[in-house]
């Protein structure tokens, strides 16, 4: 299966994420990894799964959202239609604030909005460089259960 990792990172713990689900999932799938700045829809139309990841960010004032390369994303494709096509969303945050991961949150409405579908529930990793052990394990356990749900 063609497997596209879309990540964007402030931080560069989502892109840490992405990479760990990468080595899972290449051992069975073609996986493709880029950041979500260098991604354009011929990627997203390649993939017959696409893993989305994003920091939870202020963007134009409003806390909780998407990175603004995956909002670029999101509103390149909010139009198309793509019922054969599933997503995993994963996120990295904090949870002493407000909207924990509420850029999962935007993202799966996307998913929703455009006809696809969650292939596994989302994945919201807290304090990732603050317990990376634990956040690690957390991936790689999500990472397996998505490998067997695809």
Same mark, same amino acid.
């Given at each position: 299966?063609?497997?596209?990792?879309?990540?964007?990172?402030?931080?560069?713990?989502?892109?840490?994420?992405?990479?760990?689900? &990468?080595?899972?999932?290449?051992?069975?799938?073609?996986?493709?990894?880029?950041?979500?700045?260098?991604?354009?829809?011929?990627?997203?139309?390649?993939?017959?799964?696409?893993?989305?990841?994003?920091?939870?960010?202020?963007?134009?004032?409003?806390?909780?959202?998407?990175?603004?390369?995956?909002?670029?994303?999101?509103?390149?494709?909010?139009? &198309?239609?793509?019922?054969?096509?599933?997503?995993?969303?994963?996120?990295?945050?904090?949870?002493?604030?407000?909207?924990?991961?509420?850029?999962?949150?935007?993202?799966?409405?996307?998913?929703?909005?455009?006809?696809?579908?969650?292939?596994?529930?989302?994945?919201?990793?807290?304090?990732?460089?603050?317990?990376?052990?634990?956040?690690?394990?957390?991936?790689?356990?999500?990472?397996?259960?998505?490998?067997?749900?695809?």
């Amino acid at each position: 299966m063609n497997v596209l990792i879309v990540y964007a990172s402030n931080s560069g713990s989502n892109y840490h994420v992405a990479n760990i689900i &990468a080595n899972i999932l290449i051992k069975k799938h073609s996986v493709l990894l880029k950041n979500a700045s260098e991604v354009d829809i011929a990627d997203i139309e390649k993939a017959k799964l696409v893993i989305m990841g994003s920091p939870s960010w202020m963007v134009q004032g409003e806390e909780g959202m998407p990175h603004e390369d995956i909002l670029h994303i999101i509103q390149a494709l909010y139009d &198309a239609k793509y019922p054969y096509k599933k997503f995993a969303l994963f996120g990295c945050g904090d949870k002493r604030y407000t909207f924990f991961c509420g850029a999962i949150d935007h993202m799966k409405k996307f998913v929703k909005d455009i006809g696809a579908k969650e292939a596994i529930h989302s994945l919201k990793i807290d304090g990732f460089y603050f317990r990376i052990e634990e956040s690690v394990r957390e991936i790689e356990l999500w990472s397996k259960k998505l490998l067997k749900a695809i």
